[in-house]
């Protein structure tokens, strides 16, 4: 008898697994600016949560804060908006790494290179024992927008 309850479990966990929407990914529950670290949060149906800086995102890269922190949900949260700012952008575009126009996408990629070029000089000149030890003791791999993101010299490089 409990072999045959194990196996409804495992059978109705299959069952709501398969059931859950594809497009819940593409759906925000909630959006908010956490001024401290500068940065866009999105709480997804799924649980998934993206954290993306202010400065990778067109229109909000140099936006007032307090228009920042206005956000509000759009198509059922599918979209973010900012009134005062005209700004919109969809979920299942962030989660992609779609910050805004192609342009911008490519001046993005052109500071992203010319910052990782940067921090790259300064950690070959430290002592390869001290930087043996702090990539050991602080991993410098984080996920950012469902994408693994190396960090170096104290901020993402993309």
């Not at 804060?65 to 198509?75: G, N, Q, R, T, Y």
């Not at 921090?119 to 996920?143: K, M, Q």
């Amino acid at each position: 008898m409990a072999r045959l309850s194990a196996d409804i479990d495992r059978q109705i966990d299959e069952a709501i697994a398969n059931a859950r929407d594809p497009r819940d990914e593409e759906v925000a529950v909630s959006a908010e600016y956490d001024r401290r670290h500068d940065l866009l949060l999105v709480r997804l149906r799924t649980g998934q949560r993206l954290a993306i800086p202010r400065e990778d995102l067109q229109g909000l890269a140099d936006a007032d804060p307090d228009k920042v922190s206005k956000v509000e949900l759009e198509m059922l949260g599918m979209s973010l908006h900012w009134e005062e700012l005209d700004v919109d952008f969809r979920v299942d575009g962030l989660r992609q790494g779609s910050y805004g126009s192609e342009r911008w996408m490519r001046q993005l990629e052109q500071r992203r290179r010319k910052n990782a070029t940067m921090c790259s000089r300064r950690w070959l000149e430290t002592d390869l024992r001290e930087l043996y030890r702090v990539e050991i003791a602080l991993p410098n791999v984080a996920y950012v927008a469902g994408r693994p993101q190396v960090f170096h010299c104290g901020r993402a490089v993309f």
